[in-house]
């Protein structure tokens, strides 16, 4: 899929943005999604959506958005293999990923990123401050502070960071653990990720097309192969025995052991493959990133 934006001399200055939201049997939040993106003040950006082979009637409603890129996938592959896709555009200096069951509240907040990125360039991804049903009290805007890492629902990162790293890894599970394997490795690199208090995206986090038992045993699996990834080497065994241990102990907690089993399982079968792929980060973008998780907890 070749990624367009259409041009407008009236804002040939501005930087580019591709708005990306990847959707699967989302149809009754997918247009709500849209049309917040459609509705942000910043004029220089444009919305795709890519349909991940969806089952239900979601290619219908894409009539009601002829300003709107639409792809149908011929296969479910998941949404990193689509959020990879968006991101190799080399017409755009930004992309901002929304979830299909997630939208904005105000209408500036794409301005309000562009803007704190094109002022700070060693800013590789900004994280919007995220609502849920869980958490629903807005809270009023603040000063920008550093964090470890974005939450993959509305995000903002710069293309030219995340293409010189490679994207998002693939994975051995189909769910989780992608956003901070990237950011971690933007903060090796010596990129910043940068939350925006206040400068809200609700996210629905609907049910729909989610198994939490499946989710937690990719979940788990997943954990695991970032460990192994990423961890300097004199660390890596009490790392991973730590992890082992930890997902043990919350699948205990809350009802979900034989998934974190079942990912575990996952991560041992794929560890002979996942080998060869290890790129252990330096030890000090480690501790920052240990530091900042910490300071948001």
Same mark, same amino acid.
């Given at each position: 899929?070749?990624?367009?934006?259409?041009?407008?001399?009236?804002?040939?200055?501005?930087?580019?943005?591709?708005?990306?939201?990847?959707?699967?049997?989302?149809?009754?939040?997918?247009?709500?999604?849209?049309?917040?993106?459609?509705?942000?003040?910043?004029?220089?950006?444009?919305?795709?959506?890519?349909?991940?082979?969806?089952?239900?009637?979601?290619?219908?409603?894409?009539?009601?958005?002829?300003?709107?890129?639409?792809?149908?996938?011929?296969?479910?592959?998941?949404?990193?293999?689509?959020?990879?896709?968006?991101?190799?555009?080399?017409?755009?200096?930004?992309?901002?990923?929304?979830?299909?069951?997630?939208?904005?509240?105000?209408?500036?907040?794409?301005?309000?990123?562009?803007?704190?990125?094109?002022?700070?360039?060693?800013?590789?991804?900004?994280?919007?401050?995220?609502?849920?049903?869980?958490?629903?009290?807005?809270?009023?805007?603040?000063?920008?502070?550093?964090?470890?890492?974005?939450?993959?629902?509305?995000?903002?990162?710069?293309?030219?960071?995340?293409?010189?790293?490679?994207?998002?890894?693939? #994975? /051995? %599970?189909?769910?989780?653990?992608? *956003? !901070?394997?990237?950011?971690? @490795?933007? =903060?090796? &690199?010596?990129?910043?990720?940068?939350? #925006? /208090? %206040?400068?809200?995206?609700?996210? *629905? !986090?609907?049910?729909?097309? @989610?198994? =939490?038992? &499946?989710?937690?045993?990719?979940?788990?699996?997943?954990?695991?192969?970032?460990?192994?990834?990423?961890?300097?080497?004199?660390?890596?065994?009490?790392?991973?025995?730590?992890?082992?241990?930890?997902?043990?102990?919350?699948?205990?907690?809350?009802?979900?052991?034989?998934?974190?089993?079942?990912?575990?399982?996952?991560?041992?079968?794929?560890?002979?493959?996942?080998?060869?792929?290890?790129?252990?980060?330096?030890?000090?973008?480690?501790?920052?990133?240990?530091?900042?998780?910490?300071?948001?907890?």
């Amino acid at each position: 899929m070749v990624l367009s934006i259409m041009k407008n001399p009236l804002h040939k200055a501005l930087p580019r943005v591709l708005v990306g939201i990847v959707t699967f049997n989302r149809v009754d939040l997918l247009a709500k999604a849209i049309a917040s993106a459609i509705g942000q003040s910043f004029p220089n950006c444009r919305v795709a959506v890519i349909d991940d082979c969806s089952t239900d009637s979601t290619a219908e409603i894409s009539a009601a958005f002829p300003e709107v890129q639409w792809k149908c996938q011929k296969r479910n592959s998941g949404y990193l293999i689509a959020r990879n896709e968006f991101m190799s555009t080399e017409e755009c200096e930004y992309f901002l990923s929304l979830d299909d069951d997630a939208w904005f509240l105000v209408g500036d907040e794409i301005a309000l990123a562009v803007d704190y990125l094109e002022a700070h360039p060693d800013t590789g991804a900004i994280a919007f401050d995220i609502l849920t049903p869980e958490r629903d009290l807005e809270v009023p805007r603040a000063e920008p502070q550093q964090v470890n890492m974005f939450i993959g629902c509305g995000h903002v990162v710069r293309l030219s960071t995340v293409q010189k790293l490679g994207l998002y890894d693939p #994975l /051995p %599970g189909f769910y989780g653990g992608e *956003e !901070k394997d990237l950011c971690l @490795r933007m =903060l090796d &690199a010596g990129f910043k990720v940068i939350l #925006l /208090p %206040g400068v809200h995206v609700w996210h *629905e !986090k609907s049910p729909v097309a @989610r198994d =939490l038992q &499946a989710q937690n045993a990719s979940g788990v699996c997943n954990d695991l192969a970032f460990a192994l990834r990423r961890t300097p080497a004199m660390w890596l065994i009490p790392i991973l025995a730590m992890k082992l241990i930890s997902h043990l102990l919350f699948g205990m907690r809350m009802g979900l052991l034989r998934s974190s089993l079942k990912g575990i399982r996952l991560f041992l079968v794929n560890i002979i493959d996942l080998w060869p792929t290890r790129r252990p980060v330096g030890m000090k973008a480690l501790l920052r990133y240990r530091q900042l998780s910490r300071s948001a907890r």
